[in-house]
């Protein structure tokens, strides 16, 4: 399994112009440059949530509750 090189790449750029053709190609890359920046944008925002909850818990001490027999 090695990396891709520039014959491998061109075989596949062949392979989509052919099933998507050369006109919805720049449609293609719109959508898949929107959907790129949503999964961004949500990592970041996932990011900034676990760092509010891991901040906000900073403070905090457990206590655990008390058994009484």
Request: proline share 7%; no cysteine; hydrophobic share 40%.
């Amino acid at each position: 399994m090695g990396s891709l090189g520039w014959p491998e790449l061109l075989v596949i750029v062949a392979v989509i112009v052919l099933l998507f053709g050369a006109r919805k190609l720049p449609d293609l890359a719109r959508s898949m440059g929107a959907a790129s920046k949503e999964v961004k944008k949500g990592l970041e925002e996932g990011a900034a949530e676990d760092t509010d909850e891991t901040s906000n818990q900073a403070g905090t001490t457990f206590h655990p509750p008390s058994l009484s027999p």
